[in-house]
């Protein structure tokens, strides 16, 4: 069923992985799509394979760390569409504590991570207001309510965007917007070449062991873009993926304690 004929989702880092598959679920059901990322090449890849599925497609370099990029990339986006659901997914990824983190790794997944995420809410969400419909999808992380010092900046920037889909849920509900953010656990996507290794975590074996986690888990990021469009349809709040994410969200709430024990056993196992 073409759930979305006839309307518009945006979504951003949409080159691979989660943006990726979220994209192609989303023409699947219908609808037109207005996509971004850094990647020219894979994301050329992407608007492809929508096109082909019979799909109109607007895709544009663009970088959600960059306001003013934005910005042009907005006012371009508006002359020809009224965006009816906002994906707000592109992001990356850094293992290292405070003490191993440069301010210029915090400027760089704060800006992505966050500040992508705000920037995007920021240039599309008032159209949607005026219209009074829409539907913001916010991607956070399980450890955007799991913190851990492995992931210090990372935790921080996906804490920063399950606050702020909590916030923004509140403020636009009277608007007729809905806000959903989804919290992915361990995802198999190429995020975990791209994550940035600092201190003692930055050596070949910590990547290889990573990499050979992700591919043992082997939960696919398509199954994540099911649970968006399901979450859109569905009007859904906070939506953890994968069986651990769902069993560290009700952990967290019901056995907080405990929960920080686990994390500590878990971090020392990945060589904390």
Wanted: glycine share 10%; aromatic share 6%; hydrophobic share 45%.
């Amino acid at each position: 069923m073409e759930h979305f004929s006839n309307k518009t989702v945006l979504v951003t880092g949409a080159a691979s992985g989660i943006g990726r598959e979220t994209a192609l679920a989303f023409a699947r059901q219908g609808a037109t799509l207005v996509i971004c990322d850094v990647d020219k090449a894979r994301l050329e890849e992407t608007a492809d394979s929508a096109r082909a599925l019979g799909r109109k497609v607007m895709a544009r370099v663009v970088d959600v760390a960059d306001r003013n990029a934005m910005r042009s990339f907005s006012e371009e986006v508006h002359k020809d569409h009224a965006v009816d659901v906002l994906v707000n997914n592109a992001g990356v990824a850094l293992t290292g504590g405070l003490l191993d983190t440069s301010l210029e790794d915090w400027d760089w997944i704060i800006g992505i991570n966050l500040n992508g995420v705000i920037h995007g809410c920021h240039f599309f969400v008032p159209k949607m207001v005026e219209r009074k419909s829409g539907y913001v999808v916010n991607v956070s992380s399980v450890a955007g309510y799991l913190g851990t010092g492995i992931l210090a900046a990372y935790c921080t920037t996906k804490f920063g965007v399950l606050g702020l889909s909590e916030a923004l849920r509140e403020e636009l509900h009277p608007h007729g917007v809905g806000v959903a953010t989804i919290c992915p656990g361990v995802v198999n996507t190429p995020i975990v070449e791209a994550n940035r290794l600092r201190g003692r975590y930055a050596t070949n074996d910590m990547r290889t062991r990573s990499r050979a986690l992700y591919n043992k888990r082997n939960y696919g990021p398509e199954r994540v873009a099911n649970a968006i469009v399901e979450a859109v349809l569905r009007r859904k709040a906070v939506v953890p993926v994968t069986p651990e994410a769902w069993a560290i969200y009700w952990m967290k709430r019901l056995a907080p304690k405990t929960m920080a024990t686990v994390g500590r056993v878990l971090v020392k196992q990945a060589g904390g």
